[in-house]
Nanobody
Framework: QVHLVESGGGLVQPGGSLRLSCAAS????????MGWYRQAPGNQRELVAR???????NYADSVKGRFTISRDNAKNTVYLQMNNLKPEDTAVYYC?????????WGQGTQVTVST
């Protein structure tokens, strides 16, 4: 199986920045894509950003221009740089990866945007 560990969440003021990291380990061969999802209270889990093995990225409309997903292949790590954070970004952020065998999730990291 694939094991995903997120880090980098925390409390930040509106307009601030955070950088989330997700380190993948285990059976990462033929990992098709990795991405970030988030889930706020009362909401369903939604896609925030995604990057494929070929480098193609996509973003939720609500974060375009503010968030950037990237990867470090040597470290088997994907990042989410979050700038100009808004209170609406408050959620638990989950790292996700999938391959032909299964769909994998990290434990989640809390991001709180508040004054």
């Amino acid at each position: 199986q694939v094991h995903l560990v997120e880090s980098g969440g925390g409390l930040v003021q509106p307009g601030g920045s955070l950088r989330l990291s997700c380190a993948a380990s285990g059976s990462i061969f033929r990992l098709y894509a990795m991405g970030w999802y988030r889930q706020a209270p009362g909401n369903q889990r939604e896609l925030v950003a995604r990057i494929t093995s070929g480098g193609t990225t996509n973003y939720a409309d609500s974060v375009k221009g503010r968030f950037t997903i990237s990867r470090d292949n040597a470290k088997n790590t994907v990042y989410l740089q979050m700038n100009n954070l808004k209170p609406e970004d408050t959620a638990v952020y989950y790292c996700n990866a999938f391959n032909a065998i299964g769909n994998y999730w990290g434990q989640g990291t809390q991001v709180t945007v508040s004054t």
